[in-house]
Nanobody, 123 residues
């Protein structure tokens, strides 16, 4: 499975962004897709996850209400809509996929990773 993330950029506080992650290869093996982010000097942190077939979603408490994860199975794409961006949202955002069923917020549980897309929020 290959993952290609895009959609990041330099934005102002209060703006919105939609990140995309296109999957290719053995996509039929995917159980869950997730988004993580890593700010400078910090560890990679879970943001959201979605069940690839059922569409059920899971969010980190810190982003609930501002972030929405969704998927388009026909396009093999997962999206992350981020609203009301704050400077503390500045990070490299990664999409990831795991083969096994069952949601996980731990990065170690994910089998495949995209290259990351940078989101920078100015105040």
């Amino acid at each position: 499975v290959q993952l290609q993330a895009s959609g990041g950029g330099l934005v102002q506080a209060g703006d919105s962004l939609r990140l995309s992650c296109v999957t290719s290869g053995r996509t039929f093996s995917i159980g869950f897709m997730g988004w993580f982010r890593q700010a400078p000097g910090k560890e990679r942190a879970f943001v959201a996850a979605i069940n690839w077939s059922a569409g059920s979603t899971y969010y980190a408490d810190s982003v609930k209400g501002r972030i929405t994860i969704s998927r388009d199975n026909a396009k093999n794409t997962v999206y992350l809509q981020v609203n009301s961006l704050k400077p503390e949202d500045t990070a490299l955002y990664y999409c990831a996929a795991k083969n096994s069923q069952g949601v996980s917020t731990g990065s170690i549980s994910y089998d495949y990773w995209g290259q990351g897309t940078q989101v920078t929020v100015s105040s």
